[in-house]
């Protein structure tokens, strides 16, 4: 890792960003020994930090010094809540810090980039670019068998990527069946490998976490710490950006000659030669982007920030999916991690050794390893097309080309509306507080909880910078459920979601008239279910879509190579280049984003 006393004054690349992105720039770029690469990263090196390496502990990060810390304004749709957001601060970014779950995106929602106007940027051209990012490592046959994962299709799969991912259920556990076998039961069953783009159904999903080491995989792991080895690439951590330098004024021919960086209280300007590449994050980068004089000229007058290129796009189109869950309790003799999360010493003590001595047990295990993507279940069947389209046509009456790229995908028949999902814990979303989808006002006992995420939110919202110090956190307005298709549709997402717990064997581990994480978590019409999501449903840390590969008429920051518009050398490459939320979990794609970034990069220079 560099001193504030070695970092070179001048580089080929500079990359804004050690986090998911940047680090697999670092990492392709560097491969040609005679290109120097300089990434920038505000957060620190947490590589042998505990609470990140052991999954079970991610929740730990969250407020902690490696997390961003930032929030919305409060969202009208969900009673005036203020949801906390939080992103990586740290090497590695957000993936470092998250729950780990690795989820195919679907072929539909990348499909539709291309529809929306980023050219060549299709399944068949992304889908090489997943699986150059990650090893699959598969189980022995017994948990495979017991897991349910005969669905295993490995020519879909990556065999030699940087990152490891596994499935984090095991035999000991009876849940994992249960979920597998219960959408079996419903008619339900996962209809191909998700990494095909087009499954629908119940599995038991892979997480990034190497199987061997039973220690998270992630960007710092697979590419940051073989890459700092290099001689040609530098990794500055506690580095905070403060803006890009350009020279000429006249668009398309803006250069990005370097940038202005505090280190370590001293501040440096480190000059590139070749670009400027910004690895920021959703809500991050538009913010530097507006730092830069890159945005909505009104927004930079009003800050006194010359402007450089007027592009009202900058910090639009803001999107993420919302979740929610119903905690129900469990028979007796069912171990979850309720105890755990209580931090009941025995407990904890118990899943410490057992991590520490066999790599086994709960710490094991970070967020989720049971998923599934579902339709509607009552839009289902020969005339699910018309039933979907009338469906819709009576929320989207005034339809833009966005909506209609969506209505599109959800038309088709089987078309997943959301991810369902299981956790072996209780969930806690009525505290005042706001602490989390977890939550720490816990109650006694033990519990499963079955949640649901949005699959393509209709709602838009924005990210500005609140002032011209760089310091200052932006003002993060999702403006969740500002559509009313969203709330509509995640309703009888919810509803599904409560009628599994009658469904065999999954209802045989849970007390017919157990608890529940909250009196109004008892659903009993659409209504009811509205309420819930209104008082419930929380962010699932997928903010993306705010320096949009788009048109720059139709919304757009960035051209289809990932050069910011108005520029010769300055490109953008993260979640925020997102024309349309993938379906799911967005880490995967961001990998595999990267992954093609630094194709492109190369075969232009």
């Known amino acids: 890792m560099a001193s504030e006393t070695n970092i070179p004054s001048t580089a080929d690349y500079v990359i804004i960003g050690g986090g998911t992105a940047g680090l697999i720039l670092a990492a392709r770029l560097s491969e040609n020994s005679t290109k120097s690469i300089v990434v920038l990263e505000a957060g620190s090196n947490h590589l042998d930090d505990p609470r990140v390496n052991i999954p079970a502990l991610w ?117 994992c069946k249960a979920w597998v076998d219960t959408f079996k039961a419903t008619g339900h069953s996962i209809t191909t490998d998700p990494f095909s783009g087009r499954s629908t159904g119940g599995y038991s999903n892979l997480a990034a976490v190497d199987s061997e080491t039973k220690t998270r995989s992630y960007a710092a792991s697979a590419y940051g710490r073989p890459t700092m080895e290099r001689a040609n690439v530098r990794i500055v951590t506690e580095a905070l950006v403060q803006r890009i330098i350009f020279e000429g004024l006249n668009e398309p021919d803006v250069t990005a000659t370097g940038v202005k960086v505090a280190v370590q209280g001293q501040t440096r300007i480190i000059n590139a030669n070749a670009e400027v590449i910004v690895c920021a994050g959703a809500l991050s980068t538009p913010k530097l982007l507006e730092l830069s004089g890159i945005g909505n000229e009104e927004i930079l007058r009003q800050h006194n920030i010359p402007i450089i290129v007027n592009n009202p796009n900058v910090g639009e189109n803001l999107q993420d999916h919302l979740m929610s869950g119903i905690s129900f309790e469990v028979v007796d003799g069912v171990v979850t991690g309720d105890a755990l999360l209580r931090q009941e010493q025995d407990a904890v003590q118990e899943a410490m050794k057992l991590y520490m001595e ?115 956190k932006p003002i993060v307005n999702p403006r969740y459920f500002s559509h009313p298709a969203d709330l509509e549709i995640m309703a009888r ?89 993938p379906a799911a979990n967005i880490m995967s794609t961001v990998y595999a984003v990267a992954e093609r970034a630094a194709d492109i990069i190369k075969m232009e220079t």
Not at 65 to 80: C, K, M
Not at 407 to 426: D, H, K, N, R, V
Not at 504 to 513: G, I, Q, S, Y
Not at 538 to 565: C, F, I, N, W
Request: aromatic share 8%.
């Open 59 to 175: 929740t730990t990060l969250m407020g902690s010094e490696a997390d961003w810390q930032l929030q919305t304004v409060p969202q009208a749709g969900l009673g005036d809540r203020v949801i906390k957001e939080p992103q990586g601060k740290l090497l590695g970014g957000s993936s470092g810090i998250n729950g780990q779950a690795f989820i195919a995106p679907s072929k539909a929602g990348i499909d539709a980039w291309s529809k929306l106007g980023a050219k060549n940027w299709l399944w068949e051209n992304l889908h090489p670019y997943y699986k150059k990012s990650y090893t699959i490592q598969v189980p022995d046959d017994a948990t495979s068998e017991h897991i349910g994962i005969s669905w295993l299709d490995r020519s879909f799969n990556g065999t030699s990527g940087p990152l490891k991912v596994s499935f984090p259920a095991v035999i000991q556990d009876p849940l």
């Open 358 to 472: 066999h790599k086994a047990g709960p710490m094991t295990i970070g967020g989720v390893q049971s998923s599934s993507f579902m339709p509607l279940v009552d839009f289902q069947g020969p005339t699910s097309t018309t039933l979907m389209n009338d469906y819709l046509d009576g929320f989207l009456s005034d339809c833009s080309y966005r909506d209609q790229a969506i209505c599109e995908i959800l038309e088709q028949p089987g078309a997943p509306t959301c991810s369902m999902f299981m956790l072996l814990a209780q969930v806690n979303l009525h505290e005042a507080s706001g602490k989390g989808f977890v939550g720490q006002d816990l109650q006694p006992g033990s519990y499963l909880s079955m949640g649901v995420i949005q699959s393509m939110p209709f709602s838009r919202g924005r990210v500005h910078i609140a002032s011209s110090d760089p310091n200052d």
């Open 493 to 581: 997402n919810l509803q599904d979601v409560e009628k599994l717990h009658k469904v065999e064997p999954l209802a045989k581990f849970l007390k017919p008239d157990g608890r529940r994480n909250h009196r109004d978590a008892f659903l009993t019409d659409l209504d009811s279910a509205k309420k819930y999501l209104r008082d419930t449903a929380t962010t699932t840390y997928h903010s993306s879509g705010t320096a949009a590969m788009l048109p720059r008429e139709k919304g757009g920051v960035v051209d289809d190579q990932l050069r910011v518009y108005g520029t010769s050398n300055l490109r953008v490459c993260d979640a925020s280049i997102f024309p349309l939320i």
